[in-house]
Structure formats: C-alpha cells, structure tokens
C-alpha cells in the first residue's frame, strides 16, 4: 500500500468511527501528494452515490497562512449532504471538532473553463451570491494540521449552511461588506470582505484558475464558498450561531445538545 493509500485509509477510518486520528504528515510529502489523497477520498465517495455541488476555500486569511507557511489558499469538495437548511439542527457529533466561519458564497450559472480567469469573468459567470455558515471539522487529533494534513483531510471540511435570499452580484459591494457571527445575541466574530484574499471574487478567481489548470473546471451550478470573513467561532452543542453579511442578509446553523 502506498503512502497516498494509506494517509487516504487514516483519514476514511477517522471519518467511519468518529474518532480523530493522528496527522498524515508522516506519510504525505507536500501539497501534490496531499492532493493526491483528497482525490483519492473524492473518488471513493463519489463512487459510494454522494454528490459533487462545488468547492470550498480555504487559508484565505493571512494570518493563517502565516501560521501554516504557505502562500495561497487551498481548496476541497463540497457533497450534497454536507449542505444543511438554513437554521436545521445539526446533529451532535456530526462534525468532528466542529468550528464555524462566516462566508460569501457563489452559485454559478455558467463554467469557468479558462486557465487565466478575470474578475469580469466570474461575474459574468455568477448567478447569485449568499450568505453561507461554514462548519469546519477536522479528522485530525486535536486540530494538530499542517498544509498538508488540512489538504488532504478535503480542506478540513464539515457541513455548509446557505441563506435562502439570492442576491445578484450587481447590488453588492463585497470588498466592503461587513461580517458578524452571534452566539445568541452576543458578538463572536467580524470581519469584513477584504480579509478574503482582498476581495471574494478574488478567491473566486483563484479557485477557478487552479481547478481548470487541474483538468476540472468550475461548472454551472456549482456552489463555491469563498473563505472566511472573521475569525473562526468554536462550536460547542447547543449553540446557535446567526452570521450576517452586508447586503447579502443572514443565516443560521444550531447545533443540537449532547444526547445524555
């Protein structure tokens, strides 16, 4: 079994049994590899029925990127059951080591095939944006990540949370669109769009340029989550977090109590 294989099995045993498992970082050797086992997982979950909606992004902070020693973001694939209504209860453990952003997110209208992309382009090629609730999660102990460990665990992704109110591109300033997470009533992240690679559609862009470079291009009605806008919120059982963003409204995501 190769390495690859067996970072890949790690991470799949982690995700059966609900228990954290120990870095892959000894068995991955930079971001290639890390991809490698992301694709790896992508095409066993495709092949057991789930469904491809879109692409995440994430290290769109620099602050993160400090942290972690890159210089770009990464990406990871979204699945039609990771998607959760607007203010449905998540249920508990459904995510493991659960944290929440708050984000801008992009449904396309239109593929975005090109190697380069524009700004132009991605409006051009946008239906509408929405409010959107990321539930990070990681299969790894004790959010011990690196790059390599986050890119392969699919950009430590969890579930995903959309408004319900499409707001075409046209009537927004996204640069300049505040941010605020509340946890029942009190202030636990902001943020503003620009902390997003400097403006969302940048990411947008960014995403759309790696993917089509890769042989898998951003297609119509894909959902694209741009990055965080604040700082990430913990997440503990019985929360509800309420994020909203500048003209694009708000969203939800509870969490159900711990069964006793």
């Not at 493991?96 to 524009?118: C, G």
């Not at 959309?162 to 605020?180: E, F, I, S, T, Y």
Request: charged residues 25%; negative net charge; glycine residues 10%.
């Amino acid at each position: 079994m190769t390495n690859v294989q067996q970072a890949a099995e790690r991470l799949l045993e982690a995700h059966a049994s609900g228990r954290p498992c120990a870095p892959v970082r000894d068995l991955v050797i930079g971001v290639e590899e890390a991809y490698a086992v992301q694709d790896r997982l992508t095409d066993r979950w495709l092949g057991e029925g789930r469904r491809l909606t879109g692409r995440k992004i994430g290290l769109t902070s620099a602050a993160v990127q400090q942290q972690l020693g890159v210089d770009q973001p990464d990406f990871g694939v979204l699945f039609a059951d990771m998607a959760v209504p607007d203010g449905a209860e998540i249920p508990a453990g459904t995510v493991l080591q659960p944290r929440a952003e708050a984000e801008v997110a992009l449904v396309l209208e239109h593929d975005l095939p090109h190697e380069r992309h524009t700004v132009a382009d991605v409006i051009r090629a946008t239906a509408f944006a929405l409010p959107a609730i990321e539930v990070v999660g990681s299969r790894i102990r004790d959010w011990d990540i690196t790059l390599a460990d986050t890119v392969a665990d699919n950009a430590s992704s969890g579930l995903y949370v959309l408004g319900n109110r499409p707001v075409p591109l046209k009537d927004l300033d996204l640069r300049l669109a505040g941010m605020v997470i509340e946890r029942r009533g009190e202030q636990v992240s902001t943020g503003i769009g620009a902390a997003c690679l400097g403006h969302p559609l940048h990411a947008a862009v960014w995403l759309a340029d790696t993917l089509a470079r890769l042989g898998r291009p951003l297609q119509a009605g894909d959902t694209v989550l741009t990055g965080a806008l604040g700082p990430v919120v913990p997440v503990v059982p019985g929360d509800v977090l309420e994020a909203r963003i500048d003209g694009l409204g708000d969203v939800r995501a509870a969490f159900a109590k711990e069964n006793t």
